[in-house]
Structures are given as C-alpha cells and as structure tokens.
C-alpha cells in the first residue's frame, strides 16, 4: 500500500462501464469483447463515516447496498492502492448488464469502482494508470480477460504474467472490424462461474487442444479483418461442450445457428449466447426467430471504448 497524502474532490465522479462477453469460442480465459450495454455508476466522497449506497436496474434487489457492494468494495482498494481511504462514500448505481448471465457483470462493477475512486482523487492518474488499473481489477475479478475488455473497450486478448514474482493480468487491444455487430440471447435463468468452472476436465485429447489452439489464432485476424471467417474461428474445443449439462438450452441454440452458418458461442461462463455477424436487417431477423421462445434478444454494436 502507497502512502501519499491523498486530496479528494468534492464534486460528483460518474462513470460508464460496458458489458463484456469472454472467451468468444476458443479463447479461454483469454479473448474479451466489450458490447455497446452500459452500466453506469456515480459516485462522491463522504465527511462521515457512511457507505450511502442506492442501486436500481438489473438485479437491484440482490446487490449489497453497504460497505460489502461490489462497487464500493473496488473503490475502496483503489483509494488503498492510491494511498489513502476516505471516511464514507455515498454510490449510486444504474445496473444495466444482466447478472449470472456470462456478460461481465462482475468486471464492470469492478472497473467502475476502480475508475471512480481514481477520478475522486485529485491527479488520480498519477496514482494509478490504467496498467496499474488492470492488474487491479484482476486481482480483484480473479482473472483478467472480461476486466481487459471493460477498461479498453473493443476486443482484448488477456493472459497472466509472473511479474517480480507476482501474478499479474497483462493485455492488449485487437481492432474490430467495423461491419462486425452482435446478438445477444439472454436466458431468465442464471449461471455462476465458480459452478461452471467445476465441469471442466482436468485433460483435452490432444487433437482437440491443436484445434483449438489454431482456432484461436485464427480468431484474431476474423475480428480484426476477416469477418467471414468468424464462424470457423469461433468453434471451440476446450469448455463449450464440457458444461453442456449447466445451460442445455443455450448450447442447443449455440448449435442450431452454428450449423445454419452463424458465428454462435456462449457468451463467458453462459447461459447467454452471443452471435458475432456482419448481416443485414432481414437476416438479422431470421437469427433472431430461429432462437424461438426462452430468449430475449439484443442487438448491439461492439463498444469501441471502455470506461467512460
């Protein structure tokens, strides 16, 4: 921990924070894409020792609305990082990102209570740059790929690195190529990560990781300057299948549009499914009908930027 003499503001700090979808096929724990679905969250700095904390949107119901929120809890290692915590804090938050759904709802609570307590913090940047802000975020998310894509915006190719001993999240932007758009499916039932974590194998048959492997290379050059081939580059190999039984549905449409030619994948840890595509009005809807009931379906640009 820092121990700088901080100065906080005393105005209002709000910021926005995208939705995230993982893994976008093939790309474990490592491929990341910010979707044009917004959190947003607004904060100030308190002279009494309160946590003021009012959330309403997705889930408002079932968020902490106390020192344990999320929001604040980022915050507060911030502040820690940056040298010094304040007294109280009062937080207001829209949530927009649907929870337990596979879309990074967690990371933009976390991205966002980082970003704010920086921007409450008068040369906050000289405190924590966005690198600094990343390995944050990761240490608090557990992982770095949806956090990478809500701080960048755009597509983010994450990874872990043993920095002076340390674990560390790292990560850079690939570009999206402008016809690329999405489709979100959304279940009303949820998934926890943790639960969809524990139905992966400890091996994958070899022939398999080969293919996934050079799935996932490929993928970076399908977003970037090849849509048409997103739909061979966003086949997986390596968790889809193994947790199957967690979201059936979702994989049996993941399937259905797959062999229709879609770019189908479940979106992170599922149920949600996303479709990559560069199609037009009327195809967009044949995508959207082949889903059926049990889904509600967004279409959505890829958020070029992260934090706002």
């Given at each position: 921990m820092a121990t700088n003499r901080l100065t906080f503001k005393a105005t209002l700090a709000q910021v926005s924070v995208p939705a995230t979808s993982a893994n976008l096929g093939p790309g474990?724990?490592?491929?990341?894409?910010a979707l044009d679905l917004r959190d947003r969250y607004?904060?100030?700095i308190l002279d009494d020792a309160v946590f003021d904390v009012d959330v309403s949107g997705e889930s408002a119901d079932e968020v902490k609305k106390d020192k344990n929120n999320l929001v604040i809890k980022?915050?507060?290692?911030?502040?820690e990082f940056m040298g010094q915590k304040?007294?109280?804090?009062?937080?207001?938050?829209?949530?927009?990102t649907p929870h337990g759904r596979g879309l990074g709802s967690s990371a933009s609570a976390i991205v966002g209570g980082l970003a704010l307590a920086r921007d409450l913090v008068l040369g906050g940047e000289q405190y924590m740059s966005s690198e600094e802000l990343l390995v944050l975020a990761t240490e608090l998310e557990g992982h770095p790929d949806n956090v990478a894509a809500a701080?960048?915006?755009?597509a983010t190719i994450a990874w872990m690195e043993d920095i002076y001993g340390v674990k560390t999240g790292c990560s850079v932007s690939i570009p999206v190529h402008q016809d690329i758009k999405a489709i979100l499916f959304i279940p009303e039932n949820h998934l926890s990560t943790s639960k969809a974590r524990k139905l992966l194998p400890e091996t994958v048959p070899f022939r398999d990781a080969v293919l996934n492997s050079s799935h996932?290379?490929?993928l970076s050059i399908a977003l970037s300057t090849r849509p048409d081939l997103l739909l061979t580059a966003t086949e997986d190999f390596l968790h889809q299948s193994y947790r199957a039984e967690a979201y059936?549905?979702?994989?049996?449409?993941?399937?259905?549009?797959?062999?229709?030619?879609?770019a189908a994948t479940i979106s992170g840890a599922g149920p949600s499914v996303l479709v990559l595509h560069n199609s037009s009005g009327p195809e967009v809807l044949e995508i959207i009908k082949a889903a059926g009931s049990g889904f509600s379906a967004k279409e959505l640009a890829i958020s070029r930027s992260g934090i706002e």
């Open positions: 474990f724990d490592t491929f990341g894409l607004a904060a100030q980022s915050m507060l290692r911030g502040f304040p007294r109280g804090i009062a937080l207001r938050a829209l949530n927009v701080i960048n915006g755009g996932s290379a490929l059936p549905k979702s994989m049996a449409l993941v399937l259905q549009l797959r062999a229709a030619g879609v």
